[in-house]
C-alpha cells in the first residue's frame, strides 16, 4: 500500500522513537478536547431554577490555537482549528427538598491540525463523536425546590451547592492515532460551588477535582501501553450583572460577566513511570453575554483566552449558544 503523508508521520515517529528512549511518549499526549474539562468557564452554574424546569441548548464551539507536545517530540508548530457543536438537556427536579438538575451533553467536533514534522510540513483532517458528559448538582443552602409561584416570590442570597460531573469514553478513539477526539476513560469531578448576589451583581466561585481511571490503550508504537493521570485540581470564579432595561428584553433579565479559572496537576504515567514534565499549571479568562428574546428562547455568546500556560489550555474559545426552555407539568 501507498505511503501518504499522514502514515509517514507516524512511521517517522516511530522510527525516531525506536532510535531515541523508550520514554519519548510519556509527554502526556491529551485528547484535543478532553483536555479542556479542567478549563471549564461555567458562570452561574448553581443557579436555581423552579421545579420541572426543562432546556435544550443547541451550542457551537470553536477552537484554535496550539497543540502542546512538550517538546517530547519532533514535532514543532502544532496547531488546531476546529469546531465543535453540542446539544445539550437539561431538568430540574426535587432532591429531599432542594432544589436540583441533571444535564447531559452530546458533542460532536470537526478540525484540522497542522505541525512540522523533522523539518517537513503535514496536516491532517480528524471528525467524529466527543466523550459524553452528564452532570448533577444539588444546592445545599440557600436554594429549596420550588413550584413556579414561589420562585417568583423567592430573591437569591448565598448558595452553596454541590455537583458532580461524568464523562463517559464514547468519543472516537483510535490507539494507533496521536490525535483523537475521545479519552478512552473515564473522568469525574465533585465540586462544590458558592453564590453570592448583592442586587444586580452574583458573585461565583466554585472548586473541584477532576478524577480519571486508566486509558488501557495509550498511543505507544508499536504496542498500546497502559496510561494514567493524576487528579487535576481546579478553581473557577465569575462576577457577572443582570440587566433588563434594553427595549427588546421587554421585563426579560439577560446578564454579562467576568471569567476566570486556573488549574494544576495532572501529572501522567506510561506503565507506571511518571512524565513531571506533563504536570499542568494554567488559567483562562474570558467574558460571557445572555441575552434572551421571546418567553422561551435567549442567546449565550462567550469568549476566552489563555493568560498563563505551563502545558495544555493555549486556545481561543469562541461559543454561541441558543436555548429553548419550558415549564413541564407537575406529576
Excluded at 522510527?15 to 485528547?31: D, I, K, N, S
Aim: hydrophobic residues 35%.
Amino acid at each position: 500500500m501507498k505511503r501518504g503523508p499522514i502514515t509517514d508521520i507516524f512511521g517517522r515517529l516511530h522510527l525516531f522513537c525506536r532510535r531515541t528512549a523508550p520514554w519519548c511518549f510519556l509527554c502526556g499526549l491529551l485528547t484535543v478536547v478532553a483536555s479542556s474539562w479542567a478549563q471549564d468557564l461555567a458562570p452561574r452554574a448553581y443557579v436555581v431554577t423552579p421545579l420541572h424546569s426543562n432546556a435544550v441548548v443547541l451550542t457551537w464551539s470553536y477552537y484554535n490555537g496550539g497543540v502542546n507536545f512538550n517538546g517530547t517530540i519532533p514535532i514543532t508548530g502544532a496547531t488546531g482549528t476546529y469546531n465543535v457543536p453540542i446539544v445539550t438537556l437539561y431538568h430540574s427536579f426535587n432532591f429531599f427538598g432542594r432544589s436540583a438538575n441533571i444535564t447531559g451533553s452530546l458533542p460532536y467536533a470537526v478540525g484540522n491540525f497542522r505541525g512540522d514534522l523533522l523539518g517537513t510540513h503535514h496536516s491532517l483532517y480528524r471528525s467524529g463523536l466527543l466523550d459524553l458528559s452528564a452532570r448533577l448538582s444539588v444546592n445545599l443552602i440557600g436554594g429549596p425546590a420550588m413550584q413556579p409561584k414561589e420562585f417568583m416570590q423567592w430573591k437569591q442570597n448565598k448558595i452553596l451547592g454541590a455537583s458532580l460531573k461524568i464523562v463517559a469514553p464514547t468519543g472516537q478513539y483510535d490507539p494507533t492515532k496521536l490525535i483523537n477526539w475521545g479519552s478512552n476513560r473515564w473522568a469525574f469531578k465533585p465540586e462544590l460551588g458558592y453564590s453570592q448576589r448583592w442586587g444586580d451583581l452574583i458573585l461565583d466561585g466554585y472548586g473541584g477535582v477532576w478524577f480519571y481511571t486508566t486509558n488501557t490503550q495509550y498511543y505507544h508504537p508499536p504496542q498500546p501501553l497502559p496510561q494514567t493521570e493524576a487528579p487535576i485540581g481546579s478553581f473557577e470564579g465569575h462576577l457577572s450583572y443582570d440587566f433588563h432595561r434594553f427595549g427588546w428584553l421587554k421585563g426579560k433579565r439577560g446578564w454579562a460577566s467576568l471569567d476566570g479559572n486556573f488549574w494544576f496537576g495532572g501529572v501522567t504515567s506510561v506503565s507506571g513511570i511518571k512524565n513531571l514534565a506533563s504536570k499542568q499549571t494554567g488559567s483562562r479568562i474570558g467574558a460571557t453575554i445572555s441575552l434572551p428574546y421571546s418567553r422561551h428562547q435567549s442567546i449565550k455568546v462567550a469568549y476566552s483566552d489563555g493568560t498563563y500556560i505551563r502545558f495544555g489550555g493555549n486556545y481561543q474559545n469562541l461559543q454561541v449558544a441558543w436555548q429553548y426552555s419550558w415549564l413541564g407539568r407537575p406529576k
